[in-house]
């Protein structure tokens, strides 16, 4: 058999199997006029060291598991040696895995400690900030989410008994939030510094803005208690502990709840949009009172000045 029939056969090169046999691994029988002549247990060791090469195992390292064949063995790692090859070779790997992952650790401690530190929120009374405000702003040209009627039902509607966590540790009843009226803004995902929006997040109507609107509500927060709300609530599908990394970071004087099963959306019928295989709620705030809902906010735009819109219809309607 000629050298390139071993190569079909094995699946490999010609080159390869001549560096084969540069190393020794691969030996075969010389005829009388000095030409090679391959045999089929050539086209085996070829095919177990292209095999152990795609598991990682460096050529060289192919040669315990080449040995056990040469020693009559049906597989190549029925020898001790092979299972000892193998052992070096997990070794390596982990300390390998081991390696990028302490690589990855910093690299995220690296762009988390940029992304934070470069995305300060100002409060209030701050004049001058070193943060950067395209994160909190709204670009221009957003598209406007239309009145498609998915929250027309809700007026009037008892707020189910259902117990949702907030980012307080708490557990909060639905339908008995607290006295009073309770505003309760439902959005679809805040972004986080060190993270990137779902692919053509600007362009869905009505995605954008979760950020400032959560920072309308915290800056108006004091006012809209005084207008007449007991309490104020963020709620989202995110779970309670990215919700809480957000309490923090934008310093909300409230709390989020988690609705991570959605199941307002069976509860309600809350409208809700895909975007990056997530499910998400639309935008859109309740006004509860007594455990029903009194009032609804939808569609919303734009975001950053919804909380001003909520503030004028308490006033409006004490």
Not at 10 to 23: C, I, W
Not at 164 to 186: E, M, N, Q, W
Not at 189 to 199: I, M, N
């Amino acid at each position: 058999m000629r050298i390139s029939e071993v190569a079909r056969r094995a699946g490999a090169t010609v080159k390869a199997v001549r560096y084969y046999e540069s190393l020794g691994l691969v030996t075969p029988r010389r005829r009388a006029n000095g030409y090679r002549e391959y045999g089929e247990h050539d086209v085996r060791l070829v095919r177990e060291i292209r095999e152990l090469s795609r598991l990682g195992i460096p050529v060289e390292g192919t040669r315990p598991f080449l040995e056990c064949l040469g020693a009559g063995h049906e597989h190549a790692d029925d020898c001790p040696a092979s299972l000892a090859a193998y052992r070096r070779a997990i070794d390596e790997l982990t300390e390998r895995i081991e390696g990028l992952a302490n690589r990855r650790a910093v690299l995220l401690a690296h762009l988390r400690e940029a992304a934070y530190r470069n995305s300060r929120v100002p409060m209030p009374d701050e004049e001058e900030t070193p943060m950067r405000t395209d994160f909190y702003e709204l670009p221009a040209g957003l598209p406007v989410p239309e009145d498609d009627g998915a929250a027309d039902h809700l007026p009037g509607t008892p707020m189910p008994a259902l117990t949702l966590p907030d980012t307080a540790g708490r557990k909060i009843s639905l339908d008995a939030p607290g006295p009073g009226r309770t505003v309760i803004y439902i959005y679809p995902l805040t972004g986080r510094p060190d993270r990137d929006q779902p692919e053509g997040w600007d362009a869905i109507p009505g995605a954008r803005g979760c950020t400032p609107e959560s920072c309308g509500f915290r800056d108006h927060h004091a006012e809209l208690l005084a207008a007449g709300a007991g309490a104020v609530f963020g709620l989202s599908s995110q779970d309670t502990d990215y919700q809480r990394e957000v309490v923090e970071r934008l310093r909300l004087p409230f709390s989020m709840l988690s609705d991570a099963g959605l199941r307002l959306v069976e509860e309600l019928r809350l409208p809700t949009f895909e975007a990056a295989g997530m499910t998400l709620y639309k935008r859109l705030t309740l006004i509860v009172k007594d455990g029903v809902i009194e009032h609804v906010f939808y569609p919303i735009f734009p975001p950053d000045r919804h909380a001003e819109q909520v503030l004028a219809w308490l006033r409006a309607n004490p």
